[in-house]
């Protein structure tokens, strides 16, 4: 009589139920899974409030829609397609309802918080897009959340922080705090490294006497400065026009591309002078080739100061009118006798074409265009020459001050005529 073989207790085959009794040992045949760990599985269903996870275990898990992704309120449909393969950290093994509770977005952490950290260590620059703009930055998808303040986004300050939303950024970590999850960024990091190779070859490439284009990047009351592709030079208000110029914004914008000449390079300290007027025709060069002393000319009253009125006879070429060639008589004020705007005939006293100036007489000229004699005053030789040096005195005032403001020095009186009872007796 033959007899049924009983089973024997296996580990792995069989394992002893509630009651004693031998049943097979299903538990045997699925993964060990302990919570914090992440775990690879098969996107199995996607519904609007969670996505199950197919991940060899006894029961699917369940991934909540606030465990997706670090971005506020997503669509699951948005996040996972039905067949992905992701990775999730297991949160429960069971909850209360049984279920094993995972999420994605925490094993995102996870495996970019270590990125991160080697990042920071390294100095080497991390991925995001940007999700989020919110006040004061922009919120970059890292697998965590990084924030990168607004005056880092860029070398300039950026005026309008929507125009990044959804692009990819290239910055540095700056600040790891890992018991908050924060994350600070430096994209403009990024940007002056960049520069700082960009800037090199620049100099390289550039010599003094090189015309070049490039973009009016910033206009400062002593300047303007131009961006070379990567590095700006600067323009003095001195070498932007042949003719005065009270500020650059007269006659630049921000953004207006020009063509300027490389005056000088500073290799050691990186620096570059520009020149906008050195590009332009010099009005100088006709005044020299056309005009010369005792010529009457034409011109325009453009500032009236204190001490005289300039006279504008080519565009960009201005002469002073000193105070004491204003009128026959004795002048207080210029203001007296011209205005700005009006339209005069001038007799060239002077050209000094080294530095580039022009002593003019409105008093020696009269009416009709020609040329009238200064009255006889008795004045000694003495007297002419002080009056030529309050001219060129004038005219150093005149660039040390804008030539819309008076100037503070009183202006030099003109030479006083002499008492009509002294010519008497002389004559008796």
Request: glycine share 8%.
């Amino acid at each position: 009589m033959s007899t049924t073989e009983q089973p024997q207790l296996e580990e792995g085959v069989w394992t002893q139920g509630p009651d004693g009794e031998l049943i097979p040992d299903y538990e045997s045949t699925f993964p060990t899974i302990t919570e914090g760990e992440v775990v690879h599985g098969t996107v199995v269903r996607v519904d609007k409030d969670e996505v199950l996870v197919d991940i060899g275990y006894k029961s699917e898990g369940v991934i909540p829609v606030a465990e997706l992704s670090i971005r506020r309120s997503v669509n699951p449909a948005d996040e996972v397609n039905l067949g992905d393969e992701i990775d999730a950290l297991v949160l429960t093994k069971e909850d209360a309802e049984g279920r094993l509770i995972l999420s994605k977005k925490r094993a995102r952490f996870e495996l970019a918080w270590k990125k991160i950290e080697g990042a920071a260590e390294s100095g080497e620059p991390v991925l995001g897009r940007v999700i989020e703009v919110v006040k004061g930055g922009l919120i970059l998808d890292l697998g965590v959340r990084g924030f990168l303040p607004a005056s880092l986004v860029d070398i300039r300050r950026v005026q309008d922080l929507d125009e990044f939303m959804g692009t990819e950024l290239r910055a540095k970590v700056i600040e790891l705090n890992r018991s908050r999850n924060n994350v600070v960024l430096s994209r403009r990091a990024v940007l002056e490294d960049e520069r700082k190779e960009q800037r090199q070859q620049i100099l390289d490439r550039l010599q003094p006497g090189d015309v070049v284009e490039g973009q009016i990047s910033n206009i400062v009351d002593f300047g303007a400065f131009v961006d070379l592709d990567g590095m700006d030079g600067l323009i003095h208000i001195s070498e932007l026009s042949w003719s005065h110029v009270n500020h650059p914004s007269e006659m630049l914008e921000i953004g207006q591309t020009v063509s300027v000449k490389v005056l000088d390079i500073d290799r050691d300290r990186q620096r570059i002078s520009l020149g906008l007027k050195q590009t332009q025709s010099d009005p100088w060069q006709q005044v020299l080739d056309q005009y010369k002393d005792g010529d009457v000319v034409d011109g325009k009253v453009t500032k009236v100061v204190t001490f005289g009125a300039f006279v504008e006879i080519l565009p960009g070429v201005e002469g002073l009118v000193h105070i004491s060639e204003l009128a026959q008589h004795h002048v207080e004020n210029p203001r007296e006798v011209v205005s700005q705007g009006d339209s005069v005939k001038v007799l060239i006293l002077e050209v000094d074409g080294e530095r580039r100036r022009l002593s003019l007489s409105l008093k020696r000229v009269g009416e009709d265009g020609t040329v009238s004699e200064a009255p006889d005053l008795g004045l000694s030789d003495e007297v002419f020459t002080e009056a030529r040096a309050a001219t060129s005195e004038a005219y150093e005032l005149s660039e040390a001050a804008p030539h819309d403001e008076p100037a503070e020095a009183p202006a030099p009186e003109a030479p006083a005529p002499a008492d009509d009872s002294a010519e008497d007796d002389s004559a008796a």
